[in-house]
């Protein structure tokens, strides 16, 4: 499980985000709401060990996050991500790999298929949609495996219907036991949102 507490966010030296005791179960997914400037993005910065500015603890499994990062066992997925542009969608997902197992070549086509990119499969990314190139980030993500995946701003990249179908893909995610935490401004069924308001976290 992933635990904050006593926690307090700052944005140029002033508190943006407090967050008193919070849990959010392992091999779950997790959906954060808030407004521009509410910290959402900040809080997963954070959790990345990208920002620093805050006070609190944060653990993971019980054990300080810091010690995580450490083993690189979190990924961020944002819009800064790099792409190269003259491979294939599948060599772009290969690429912390070197050379995919058969199981994780089943993998990747089942969840491809999920995320209806399955058809740009072999297509170089130089053609493909913003959309498209977010979804191979998620199928490489699922791929790695980490403890944690942090997605900033999904419904930027994904309409309504997409969004649902990569609900299907964190569900594969909380059966290999990984904690998936996505933040964005709309509202999204069926799953457990979390809403920003005046600078608190609640459940909703």
Excluded: W
């Amino acid at each position: 499980m992933l635990t904050i507490q006593n926690f307090y966010l700052y944005s140029e030296k002033s508190i943006l985000l407090t967050i008193p005791d919070i849990t959010f179960e392992t091999a779950d997914f997790v959906y954060i709401r808030g407004t521009n400037s509410t910290g959402k993005s900040l809080l997963l910065n954070t959790m990345a060990g990208k920002y620093q500015d805050f006070k609190g603890h944060i653990y993971l499994k019980k054990i300080p996050l810091a010690e995580h990062l450490k083993q690189n066992n979190i990924l961020l997925l944002n819009h800064q991500l790099p792409v190269q542009k003259d491979k294939t969608m599948l060599q772009n997902i290969e690429i912390p790999f070197g050379k995919l197992t058969l199981k994780q070549k089943q993998r990747l086509i089942e969840m491809a298929t999920t995320l209806n990119i399955i058809e740009k499969i072999n297509h170089k990314m130089v053609y493909t949609s913003t959309s498209e190139k977010f979804a191979m980030y998620l199928v490489r993500a699922a791929l790695i495996s980490p403890t944690m995946i942090l997605i900033d701003d999904i419904d930027t990249y994904f309409d309504a219907e997409n969004i649902q179908n990569a609900i299907k893909l964190f569900q594969y995610c909380q059966k290999s036991g990984i904690l998936t935490i996505a933040t964005g401004k709309a509202h999204i069924e069926n799953i457990h949102s979390y809403f920003i308001d005046k600078g608190e976290v609640h459940r909703l």
